[in-house]
């Protein structure tokens, strides 16, 4: 096997960082701002401010001393940060303090090295901050590595972002709406905190899941690209300005997993079941018509079976694509699509052009969707039916399912329980059937 190029090393690395959050919390506190303060004096001596306020400087020091520590125990000494004026609207770390003065003193104190905007050219993604050996000794001779640290629930749990995707505060428009959303998540996050969730896995099947999570990191940056059991909060986001398009959860560690290591969860140190919502989309699509959805709409009728998960995800690009031709841009550059179909096309295919006539024609009765860019609103109707099953699990049952999308992963005696609260919720939302779906994707349970 070739080894890896430098960049191709630097890629996984960077890609393994650790997100950073501020909703960590110190078990010393005491300690923790001792520390802080040393550091905040070599940050003012190496990059000073035209006024010291050490008031407000102090914690936000505090709060990355902690990412740090997370960094160096899970990210590989790697830390992603946004450098983005638009990020830190509203939040306890302001842009002024955390990218102009420490993260600026850090790298004059060669305690940094940055990879701005991911590393060579890979844009898209936030900076990441390598930490050098030399802060890993200065943190070290602190005291810091022992200090215990608590991941907290988030403040804000509904987060809305705009047009150019930077975090904005809730406007006056949407504060109702929003503030029932927030009340709803803070049921859920209390529920979770004080539910043990785990995954059974051996010290080598960890590395194994790193390593996947890191490689499907580096090219899809939404998902995390290490394994922290800590991070079992939830937030709802919605984009562009509205409650009306996305609104899916994001957070929890079995969201960026590998699929085939979620049937390895634990709730309650018990095995879990997980229910999918199959073919949600065309589902919610067909209902909004007043049309039965055909029984697996992403088989079509001539294609070979094999070509189902090609049909899936082009009906995805079809739905989030605003006209055809960009439908067909994305489609030909898709790597997953590409590497399903093998450069092969299915019988009596000669083209994606071809491709997307066929799903057009079989699924005629929603085709005036495609290319419309419904697929962004679709989300937000599916994260609200997951809300809801959410919630239904909590009230009725006592019991927490963990979603994953348009699926749900339950205590394996709680599974009848989630398929009926699943077919409820979706035709209390849509007035229409559905069809529900155990997970087959499975790891050997069995060890030597």
Same mark, same amino acid.
């Given at each position: !096997?070739?080894?890896?190029?430098?960049?191709?090393?630097?890629?996984?690395?960077?890609?393994?960082?650790?997100? +950073?959050?501020?909703?960590?919390?110190?078990?010393?506190?005491?300690?923790?701002?001792?520390?802080?303060?040393?550091?905040?004096?070599?940050?003012?001596?190496?990059?000073?401010?035209?006024?010291?306020?050490?008031? @407000?400087?102090?914690?936000?020091?505090? !709060?990355?001393?902690?990412? $740090?520590?997370?960094?160096?125990?899970?990210?590989?000494?790697?830390?992603?940060?946004?450098?983005?004026?638009?990020?830190?609207?509203?939040?306890?770390?302001?842009?002024?303090?955390?990218?102009?003065?420490?993260?600026?003193?850090?790298?004059?104190?060669? +305690?940094?090295?940055?990879?701005?905007?991911?590393?060579?050219?890979?844009?898209?993604?936030?900076?990441?901050?390598?930490?050098?050996?030399?802060?890993?000794?200065?943190?070290?001779?602190?005291?810091?590595?022992?200090?215990?640290?608590?991941?907290?629930?988030?403040?804000?749990?509904?987060?809305?972002?705009?047009?150019?995707?930077?975090?904005?505060?809730?406007?006056?428009?949407?504060?109702?709406?929003?503030?029932?959303?927030?009340?709803?998540?803070?049921?859920?996050?209390?529920?979770?905190? &004080?539910?043990?969730?785990?995954? #059974?896995?051996?010290?080598?099947?960890?590395?194994?899941?790193?390593?996947?999570?890191?490689?499907?990191?580096?090219?899809?940056?939404?998902?995390?690209?290490?394994?922290?059991?800590?991070?079992?909060?939830?937030?709802?986001?919605?984009?562009?300005?509205? %409650?009306? *398009?996305?609104?899916?959860?994001?957070?929890?560690?079995?969201?960026?997993?590998?699929?085939?290591?979620?049937?390895?969860?634990? @709730?309650?140190?018990?095995?879990?079941? /997980?229910?999918?919502?199959?073919?949600? *989309?065309?589902?919610?699509?067909? #209902? $909004?018509?007043?049309?039965?959805?055909?029984?697996?709409?992403?088989?079509?009728?001539?294609?070979? /079976?094999?070509?189902? $998960?090609?049909?899936?995800?082009?009906?995805?690009? !079809?739905?989030?694509? *605003?006209?055809? $031709?960009?439908? %067909?841009?994305?489609?030909?550059?898709?790597?997953?699509?590409?590497?399903?179909?093998? &450069?092969?096309?299915?019988?009596?295919?000669?083209?994606?052009?071809?491709?997307?006539?066929?799903?057009?024609?079989?699924?005629?009765?929603?085709?005036? *969707? +495609?290319?419309?860019?419904?697929?962004?609103?679709?989300?937000?109707?599916?994260?609200? @039916?997951?809300?809801?099953?959410?919630?239904?699990?909590?009230?009725?049952?006592?019991?927490?399912?963990?979603?994953?999308?348009?699926?749900?992963?339950?205590?394996?005696?709680?599974?009848?329980?989630?398929?009926?609260? !699943?077919?409820?919720?979706?035709? &209390?939302?849509?007035?229409?059937?559905? /069809?529900?779906?155990?997970?087959?994707?499975?790891?050997?349970?069995?060890?030597?």
């Amino acid at each position: !096997m070739r080894e890896p190029s430098e960049k191709e090393r630097k890629r996984l690395e960077c890609a393994g960082a650790y997100w +950073f959050s501020d909703e960590l919390k110190s078990g010393d506190p005491d300690l923790l701002t001792d520390v802080a303060n040393n550091l905040l004096e070599l940050i003012y001596q190496a990059s000073p401010p035209k006024r010291k306020h050490p008031k @407000i400087h102090l914690p936000q020091v505090e !709060m990355f001393l902690l990412n $740090a520590l997370k960094a160096l125990d899970l990210g590989g000494g790697f830390l992603a940060i946004s450098k983005a004026a638009g990020y830190y609207t509203g939040k306890k770390i302001s842009y002024r303090v955390m990218v102009r003065i420490i993260l600026s003193g850090l790298k004059k104190l060669g +305690f940094l090295i940055e990879h701005k905007g991911y590393y060579e050219g890979i844009t898209g993604y936030n900076t990441r901050v390598g930490i050098t050996d030399t802060f890993a000794n200065w943190i070290s001779d602190a005291d810091l590595y022992a200090t215990p640290m608590i991941l907290t629930k988030p403040e804000r749990p509904l987060k809305i972002k705009d047009n150019s995707k930077s975090i904005i505060k809730t406007p006056d428009h949407l504060m109702a709406k929003a503030t029932i959303i927030e009340d709803d998540m803070k049921v859920i996050n209390d529920f979770l905190e &004080k539910t043990d969730i785990d995954i #059974a896995a051996t010290n080598e099947e960890l590395l194994q899941i790193n390593k996947a999570m890191r490689e499907k990191a580096v090219n899809d940056k939404s998902r995390g690209g290490h394994l922290d059991l800590s991070s079992k909060y939830l937030v709802r986001i919605f984009n562009n300005g509205s %409650l009306d *398009h996305g609104g899916r959860f994001y957070g929890g560690w079995w969201l960026h997993i590998p699929k085939i290591w979620r049937s390895r969860i634990m @709730i309650k140190n018990t095995k879990t079941r /997980e229910l999918d919502y199959s073919a949600m *989309h065309p589902r919610l699509l067909y #209902a $909004a018509e007043g049309l039965p959805c055909p029984d697996d709409p992403y088989d079509i009728k001539g294609f070979d /079976e094999r070509y189902r $998960a090609v049909t899936k995800k082009i009906f995805v690009i !079809m739905l989030n694509s *605003h006209n055809r $031709a960009n439908a %067909l841009k994305a489609i030909k550059k898709d790597k997953q699509i590409s590497a399903l179909r093998n &450069k092969k096309y299915p019988k009596g295919i000669k083209n994606f052009d071809q491709y997307l006539q066929r799903i057009e024609e079989v699924l005629s009765g929603i085709s005036h *969707h +495609f290319y419309s860019g419904i697929g962004i609103k679709l989300q937000s109707k599916d994260s609200a @039916i997951a809300a809801d099953v959410i919630l239904r699990m909590i009230k009725d049952y006592g019991v927490i399912c963990l979603p994953v999308h348009d699926s749900f992963i339950v205590e394996d005696e709680q599974t009848d329980n989630l398929y009926g609260v !699943m077919e409820s919720e979706f035709l &209390k939302h849509t007035g229409a059937t559905c /069809e529900i779906k155990v997970s087959i994707d499975k790891v050997d349970l069995t060890q030597d």
